[in-house]
Every structure is written in C-alpha cells, then in structure tokens.
C-alpha cells in the first residue's frame, strides 16, 4: 500500500469558522509533511514531523495548526482563515533512513476555499 | 541553501515528438535529484529520482532524466509524448546529509497537442 489519504477533498468555509484536514498513510513512514500549493506554483513547505514530533514549522502563521497524534495520521487544524489560504493543500510523507533520497509519497490534496 | 530553476513554465509538444524538460540547480552540497508530475486536481506523482550512480535515470511512463554535474543540470526527456503526459512537471532537489526538506522549481506545465 503506497497510498497516502486526505479527506476532505474539498472544503469552503467561513472566515470565523473552524475545520480540520486529515492526512493517513499506513506505509510505516515516519515523516509526514504539509504542503500549501497556489495555482500554477510548486508545493510551499509549511510542517514537517519526524516520529510524531514537530521538526519544521516554516513561520506559518498561529491559524493553521499541526497535530501528529500518531505515526499514521496528521491533522491541520484551521481557524480564522483569510481568503488568501484559499489553496490546495497536499500532505506527504516519506521514510526516515540514515541513506538519505528518500521518495515523498503525495496525497491528492484538499482544495480549500475561504470566504 | 539549495535552489532548482525550470525556466521553460510552458512546453507545448506534438504528439508523438519528443520533448525534454529543463531543470538546473544550484547548491553547495551534494543532492539528490526529483522529477514528479502533477495531474490536474492531483498530488505529486514521482516519476524518477537520481541519487548516484548512472547518471541516465529511467523512470516511469517512457521518462528518462541526465544527470550532468558540471552544468548543474536534471533534464527530463520523452522520446515520444502522449496525449495524456500533459500535465505539471516538478524538478526538485534535496542535500544527502539528512535534511528533511526539498526544494522545488516553479514548474512546467507540459501541453500534448493532437
């Protein structure tokens, strides 16, 4: 199984609403990532975790929030967003090996929309 | 610090011609080297990777990619494109020494024409 799951594919909300992106894989893969991708621009790193720890967190800004609550699964918690998050969300993850060139494995995204 | 440039953000092609997509990097460590593909309304897709070794890099799909040290380069090659390789093409790169981090360029979209 090398594939990695997001739900919900598609989500519109309000600027004062709250919502949750879920992201599962079951590869055995202990670095999991979030991604933010605009229209016709490459994925934005935005969080990784290794072994359920945070490791990056690239300034995003205190209304997306990260959660690992185990190896399989990664939560962004979203709250008071502005309609410049509208974005494509993409979740990855990747094995952790001393060799190093690991492949990430992509999930299809979820598409936000803010209002 | 890394960076990937793909300087070419459109590439349209006939079908059944060959296309090459161009990536150069620039980087002052070791790195290993990515091409991925992105369907409309999908995640990234790998298609080869070059860690060492070969320097010509099969991959999925037909895709075979040159590994060229001295010009920084990671072009991407079709010898005959199909209707349904249109699509978004990432070059990226990431340092050997364990970094969990990958640095994409901006991207080609490549365009079969019938």
Redesign the interface.
């Known amino acids: 199984d090398t594939e990695?799951t997001q739900t919900p594919k598609h989500l519109v909300m309000g600027m004062t609403n709250k919502k949750s992106l879920k992201c599962e894989q079951h590869m055995g893969h202990r670095?999991m990532?979030w991604y933010k991708q605009k229209a016709?621009?490459?994925?934005e790193?935005m969080f990784?975790y290794?072994y359920e720890k945070l490791?990056?967190n690239e300034s995003v800004p205190s209304r997306f929030s990260p959660e690992c609550p185990n190896s399989s699964l990664l939560n962004l918690h979203l709250h008071a967003l502005q309609p410049e998050d509208s974005a494509l969300y993409?979740c990855?993850s990747r094995p952790l090996t001393?060799g190093?060139?690991e492949?990430?494995?992509?999930?299809?995204?979820t598409?936000l929309l803010v209002l | 610090a890394q960076s990937v440039t793909q300087l070419d953000s459109q590439v349209p092609v006939f079908e059944e011609a060959p296309v090459e997509l161009r990536c150069n990097y620039s980087s002052s460590v070791s790195v290993?080297l990515?091409w991925?593909v992105q369907y409309p309304?999908?995640?990234?897709?790998?298609l080869l990777?070059y860690?060492s070794g070969s320097t010509l890099v099969k991959g999925i799909n037909g895709f075979e990619a040159e590994f060229n040290k001295s010009q920084t380069s990671f072009h991407l090659r079709k010898p005959s494109v199909h209707i349904s390789d249109t699509a978004?093409y990432?070059c990226a790169v990431?340092?050997?020494?364990?970094t969990?981090?990958?640095i994409?360029?901006?991207?080609t979209?490549l365009k079969v024409l019938a």
């Open positions: 990695v670095a990532y016709k621009k490459p994925p790193l990784v290794s490791s990056i993409l990855a001393s190093g060139g492949t990430q494995y992509f999930g299809p995204g598409r | 290993y990515f991925y309304n999908q995640g990234l897709q790998l990777k860690l978004e990432f990431t340092g050997t020494s364990g969990y981090k990958y994409f360029g901006t991207g979209r």
